[in-house]
């Protein structure tokens, strides 16, 4: 079966940090790549980082030098390291993989897979 567990949401006070997880199971890890995104109230789904299988990254300019994508294949574990939070990071995030290149992250098609989404809250 397989499976995405996106955890590490919480409330945070702007200026704080916050690290979220992406647990994969059921496919062939290495072979993928992993996607976050966020999803705030009345708006849409939008990438916000992304690496492939061979650990080259991606961000969404309004979080770069903030966020920090990592991969443990060990742990079939992706990490999202969350720097600086602003109340305007307040979203659900998800996380998804594909098969196809993190080029196309932020195309509708990306995400053969989702997790559950975890929520971000960041108070003023």
């Known amino acids: 079966e397989v499976q995405l567990q996106a955890s590490g949401g919480g409330l945070v006070q702007a200026g704080g940090s916050l690290r979220l997880s992406c647990a994969a199971s059921?496919?062939?890890?290495?072979?993928?790549?992993i996607g976050w995104f966020r999803q705030a109230p009345g708006k849409e789904r939008e990438g916000v980082s992304c690496?492939?299988?061979?650990?080259?990254?991606l961000y969404a300019d309004s979080v770069k030098g903030r966020f920090t994508i990592a991969s443990d294949n060990a742990k079939n574990t992706v990490y999202l390291q969350m720097k600086s939070l602003k109340p305007e990071d307040t979203a659900v995030y998800y996380c998804?993989?594909?098969?196809?290149?993190?080029?196309?992250?932020?195309?509708?098609?990306?995400?053969?897979?989702w997790g559950q989404g975890t929520q971000v809250t960041v108070s003023s």
């Open positions: 690496i492939n299988g061979d650990g080259s990254t």
């Open positions: 059921g496919f062939a890890f290495d072979d993928y790549a």
């Open positions: 998804a993989a594909d098969t196809i290149h993190c080029t196309y992250y932020r195309g509708s098609y990306f995400g053969d897979y």
